[in-house]
């Protein structure tokens, strides 16, 4: 058990629709990273928060937007949704520093239909 | 920018032998190199971490990966396979210290036999 806690575990919904992914990092993290893993890109980087605020950002796509809130869980929304958006959604979590590894938690998989 | 390359997609191991899963990097400075396993259907697993020091890093459940500059290799090695190692396996490098992102190599996906 890394300690990072995702919901839910399986999202099965439609194009056009809108979904919201929670997240709730290890306690005592600040950091809270979102990656996206999919059978054509792999594992890909979103967006990293740090203390409630945006810290880096990748490849996301402007339909994507997150936020991390006071008591430092996160979520992913994800809107117009699009048959590629189907994937498995990481968060991973750290302290903040460059030699501090993120864990990683189990992940929502997404299924657009 | 930073990249990772697993050159094996796929490594049919027999239990008891020996494995190494290949990783070569690209990254302007020291790199920090990790190895993460996924197991169906769960979330990544932090095996091992190198960040300075000795080049040969010790990790859970009998991994150890050795760190050569010289190659820009983090390759990850066990002695002696057991069957729940049937896994897919990620090496990542990364953060920076203005860029805290991990970029991962495509995994190399390892089949056990008996």
């Known amino acids: 058990d890394s300690g990072v806690t995702q919901t839910p575990k399986h999202l099965i919904t439609a194009t056009g629709q809108r979904v919201t992914l929670r997240c709730s990092p290890r306690?005592?993290?600040?950091?809270v990273y979102w990656y996206q893993q999919s059978l054509d890109q792999g594992l890909q980087f979103l967006i990293q928060?740090?203390?409630?605020?945006?810290?880096a950002k990748g490849n996301i796509l402007e339909r994507f937007s997150a936020q991390q809130f006071p008591d430092l869980h996160s979520e992913l929304n994800l809107s117009s949704l699009e048959l590629g958006d189907s994937a498995l959604y990481f968060c991973?979590?750290?302290?903040?520093?460059?030699?501090?590894?993120?864990?990683f938690g189990d992940g929502t998989r997404l299924s657009i239909l | 920018a930073q990249s990772v390359t697993q050159p094996d997609i796929h490594i049919t191991v027999s239990e008891g032998a020996s494995l190494e899963l290949r990783c070569n990097y690209s990254?302007?400075?020291?790199?920090?190199l990790f190895w993460y396993v996924q197991s169906p259907g769960q979330g990544l697993q932090l095996l091992l971490k190198?960040?300075?020091?000795?080049?040969l890093v010790q990790g859970i459940k009998g991994f150890e990966a050795e760190f050569k500059r010289s190659q820009s290799s983090f390759n990850l090695r066990k002695p002696s396979v057991h069957w729940s190692d049937a896994a897919e396996y990620f090496c990542?490098?990364?953060?920076?210290?203005?860029?805290?992102?991990?970029?991962f190599g495509a995994g190399t996906t390892v089949t056990v036999r008996a």
């Open positions: 991973a979590s750290s302290p903040l520093g460059a030699n501090q590894p993120q864990h």
């Open positions: 306690s005592g993290d600040l950091s």
């Open positions: 928060y740090y203390n409630g605020e945006e810290r």
């Open positions: 990254y302007g400075a020291t790199p920090y």
């Open positions: 190198y960040f300075s020091g000795d080049t």
């Open positions: 990542a490098v990364g953060p920076s210290s203005n860029d805290y992102k991990l970029s």
